[in-house]
């Protein structure tokens, strides 16, 4: 197998196949996105043997983070908007025979522990609960203003979901009652 990424992106579905073949008995996973070989998808929504787990919007984070103008964005965000549309409704067809689950980044974020497991534990059972901690979440803060610039740009993301300021903070724990010890 190459390494090359010309020769994997210039016939990814063979790509995929080789890979599957190389290593077989193994699981295999990767991520996919909207910036990637647009025409790979289609080798892995017909396998039924494909789980496939999609967190919509999540590509604007990219964008967030650039710190880039968002004049100077928006023709891009506008093209990757479509190009995440045509994959969710692939994905979402009733043709599609992998198993898919797809969450708004809203969704994800509101209870990103116990979504992060189940999304392991549809990748490859047994994974979730075998997760020891949470990887470090990179700070949000402004995304929902930055969300609200998109939409008075035209720029709608109903992908994102609901979003709110502060779906993606920790939740704090209840405090709990105290237990007193009576003789």
């Not at 025409?39 to 964008?63: C, E, M, Q």
């Amino acid at each position: 197998m190459t390494d090359s990424a010309q020769i994997r992106d210039y016939n990814c579905g063979c790509f995929l196949r080789n890979l599957m073949w190389n290593s077989r008995g193994m699981h295999q996973s990767f991520h996919y996105g909207p910036f990637d070989t647009p025409k790979a998808y289609r080798s892995f929504i017909n396998d039924p043997h494909a789980t496939i787990v999609a967190i919509s919007g999540a590509w604007l984070l990219r964008y967030f983070h650039s710190g880039a103008d968002l004049s100077e964005m928006r023709e891009d965000i506008s093209e990757t908007q479509k190009i995440e549309r045509l994959h969710l409704k692939a994905f979402e067809d009733n043709t599609s025979k992998a198993q898919v689950k797809i969450w708004t980044l809203a969704d994800f974020l509101t209870d990103r522990v116990d979504n992060m497991r189940a999304a392991l534990d549809l990748v490859q059972p047994g994974a979730g609960q075998a997760m020891r901690s949470m990887p470090n979440l990179v700070d949000l803060t402004g995304f929902g203003a930055f969300l609200d610039r998109l939409k008075n740009q035209g720029l709608y993301q109903k992908p994102v979901g609901d979003y709110k300021e502060d779906d993606s903070a920790p939740r704090p724990r209840e405090a709990r009652p105290r237990p007193y010890i009576v003789n």
